[in-house]
């Protein structure tokens, strides 16, 4: 039998001419230098000034009004909030799962006293906004909250949401003291007042945060920057400039239902991006999905040739033993079996997980009548489960594939080759086991005719 041989030249036979690496590098360092700062003079995202609250009473006068007295009416964003702020909302939950809730409350805030109430309490130049705190904390809850609630659909119904022209009505000192909170806003020094309390660094700007997200001056600002929730905001920078395109599907499930309309959407949309991350760092052993790229044969495009497998020069066998011939012969008490081209000894496969398919397709069914995103994330779930229950049938067949080589015979025909797992002799260094011979040793097959 002839013997095969490798023709790749030697490295050192390839011609070669010189390379200045350091130059490269210089150079490469230089354009990516000039580049990076000509694209970030032209992309980069503007330097928008911080809203302040200063900013905010100049520019919005009749919203402060009506946020402060949202805050004493206990209908504004924060007071409802929840966790980590109060426990007046349920917060968001996944399901059963009230995620928002475990933290608990970490960082108490009570709007209408924190946001409001406290900072008016620091103003001792006018004694009209004092009588009116005066008379606000000695009345009753239940009368501060109708007074409150009151003025609030009072200046709902006025036009332009103006103070100025709201109609006449039992609000006891709820107007009075709003408007001392749009004075002291107007001349800087709410901000100070909702800082005031903390270390030597004001850093803490949970209050101002808050309060400026009750009022509807900053849902403006957002949208006419592109930054809304409708507007794909979470991926975008101030303007029309790029911003985290990287944020794409994350902020895609804000735009569909029923995240689009659902009260838990961030916990809705946070599990389906933690399923979904989880099958992507599961691919490579999810039957199906991995075996994508051979089906697809994108690396085709790369690599070129690679549909076209190299083949292996056969090895030769010991050629003192004659192959067998008709009945299967014996090989160190180890019959010989014989075998087809493509025949591969039957393997038993596990059974797949139909418990866990079964039980989250009825969860599936179950939180769909409760919940739609639930249920399309149990759904997804699921899938998930059934392709990993589902077997890579060429992949196990590959695997319980016996490794054998094929040689021609001159006289004898095709002959098969085995690997022999039996101890062994080896002619030059003693007793060797199977596969952990040497590749020159001349006993390591046995052999088997072809049928």
Same mark, same amino acid.
Request: hydrophobic letters at 40%.
């Given at each position: 039998?002839?013997?095969?041989?490798?023709?790749?030249? =030697?490295?050192?036979?390839?011609?070669?001419?010189?390379?200045?690496?350091?130059?490269?590098?210089?150079? $490469?360092? !230089?354009?990516?230098?000039?580049?990076?700062?000509?694209?970030?003079? !032209?992309?980069?995202?503007?330097?928008?000034?911080? /809203? %302040?609250?200063?900013?905010?009473?100049?520019?919005?006068?009749?919203?402060?009004?009506?946020?402060?007295?949202? =805050?004493?009416?206990?209908?504004?964003?924060?007071?409802?909030?929840?966790?980590?702020?109060?426990?007046?909302?349920?917060?968001?939950? @996944?399901?059963? @799962?009230?995620?928002?809730?475990?933290?608990?409350?970490?960082?108490?805030?009570? %709007?209408?006293?924190?946001?409001?109430?406290?900072?008016?309490? +620091?103003?001792?130049?006018?004694?009209?906004?004092?009588?009116?705190?005066?008379?606000?904390?000695?009345?009753?809850?239940?009368?501060?909250?109708?007074?409150?609630? $009151?003025?609030?659909?009072?200046?709902?119904?006025?036009?332009?949401?103006?103070?100025?022209?709201?109609?006449?009505?039992?609000?006891?000192? !709820?107007?009075?003291?709003?408007?001392?909170?749009?004075?002291?806003?107007?001349?800087?020094?709410?901000?100070?007042?909702?800082?005031?309390?903390?270390?030597?660094?004001?850093?803490?700007?949970?209050?101002?945060?808050?309060?400026?997200?009750?009022?509807?001056?900053? &849902?403006?600002?957002?949208?006419?920057? +592109?930054?809304?929730?409708?507007?794909?905001?979470?991926?975008?920078?101030?303007?029309?400039?790029?911003?985290?395109?990287?944020?794409?599907?994350?902020?895609?499930?804000?735009?569909?239902?029923?995240?689009?309309?659902?009260?838990?959407?961030?916990?809705?949309?946070?599990?389906?991006?933690? /399923?979904?991350?989880?099958?992507?760092?599961? /691919?490579?052993?999810?039957?199906?999905?991995?075996?994508?790229?051979?089906?697809?044969?994108?690396?085709?495009?790369?690599?070129?040739?690679?549909?076209?497998?190299?083949?292996?020069?056969?090895?030769?066998?010991?050629?003192?033993?004659?192959?067998?011939?008709?009945?299967?012969?014996?090989?160190?008490?180890?019959?010989?079996?014989?075998?087809?081209?493509? !025949?591969?000894?039957?393997?038993?496969?596990?059974?797949?997980?139909?418990?866990?398919?079964?039980?989250?397709? &009825?969860?599936?069914?179950?939180?769909?009548?409760?919940?739609? &995103?639930?249920?399309?994330?149990?759904? @997804?779930?699921?899938?998930?489960? /059934?392709?990993?229950?589902?077997?890579?049938?060429?992949?196990?067949?590959?695997?319980?594939?016996? =490794?054998?080589?094929?040689?021609?015979?001159?006289?004898?025909?095709?002959?098969?080759? =085995?690997?022999?797992?039996?101890? +062994?002799?080896?002619?030059?260094?003693?007793? +060797?086991?199977?596969?952990?011979?040497?590749?020159?040793?001349?006993?390591?097959?046995?052999?088997?005719?072809?049928?």
């Amino acid at each position: 039998m002839r013997r095969y041989r490798d023709t790749t030249p =030697e490295a050192h036979l390839f011609p070669t001419r010189p390379y200045d690496l350091v130059k490269e590098f210089v150079i $490469a360092l !230089v354009a990516v230098a000039v580049l990076t700062a000509a694209l970030a003079a !032209v992309f980069s995202s503007p330097d928008e000034k911080a /809203i %302040s609250l200063s900013d905010w009473a100049k520019a919005a006068p009749a919203d402060v009004v009506a946020t402060a007295t949202s =805050e004493l009416a206990g209908t504004s964003t924060s007071a409802g909030y929840g966790a980590p702020y109060n426990t007046a909302g349920p917060g968001q939950k @996944l399901g059963p @799962l009230a995620l928002q809730r475990w933290a608990g409350v970490r960082v108490p805030v009570d %709007s209408a006293k924190d946001l409001v109430l406290a900072p008016l309490s +620091h103003v001792d130049a006018d004694p009209g906004l004092a009588a009116a705190l005066a008379r606000y904390n000695a009345a009753a809850a239940d009368q501060q909250s109708t007074c409150a609630k $009151a003025y609030a659909d009072a200046l709902g119904k006025a036009p332009d949401g103006d103070p100025a022209r709201v109609v006449a009505g039992s609000y006891g000192p !709820v107007p009075a003291v709003a408007a001392g909170l749009l004075n002291l806003a107007r001349s800087g020094g709410l901000e100070s007042a909702l800082t005031s309390g903390q270390s030597f660094y004001a850093t803490d700007q949970t209050k101002p945060l808050l309060l400026l997200s009750d009022s509807s001056y900053l &849902a403006d600002r957002g949208q006419a920057q +592109h930054l809304g929730g409708k507007q794909w905001g979470m991926m975008n920078e101030t303007g029309k400039y790029p911003g985290q395109a990287w944020l794409w599907l994350y902020t895609f499930w804000y735009q569909v239902k029923p995240f689009s309309s659902s009260g838990n959407a961030d916990a809705l949309v946070w599990g389906l991006m933690a /399923i979904l991350t989880l099958g992507l760092l599961l /691919i490579p052993w999810i039957p199906g999905l991995r075996s994508l790229p051979r089906h697809l044969g994108v690396h085709r495009l790369i690599w070129r040739g690679s549909g076209e497998p190299r083949p292996s020069p056969p090895r030769q066998a010991d050629p003192q033993t004659p192959p067998a011939v008709g009945k299967p012969s014996t090989s160190g008490g180890q019959p010989v079996r014989k075998v087809g081209t493509d !025949v591969v000894a039957p393997t038993r496969r596990p059974p797949p997980g139909y418990v866990a398919i079964g039980l989250s397709a &009825a969860a599936a069914v179950i939180a769909a009548a409760v919940d739609p &995103a639930v249920g399309a994330m149990l759904a @997804l779930t699921a899938c998930l489960l /059934i392709l990993l229950a589902l077997d890579d049938r060429s992949a196990r067949a590959r695997k319980n594939r016996p =490794e054998r080589e094929v040689s021609t015979h001159a006289a004898e025909g095709i002959v098969q080759l =085995e690997w022999l797992d039996s101890a +062994h002799q080896h002619p030059a260094s003693g007793t +060797h086991a199977g596969r952990g011979c040497a590749g020159s040793c001349p006993q390591r097959f046995r052999r088997a005719t072809l049928e």
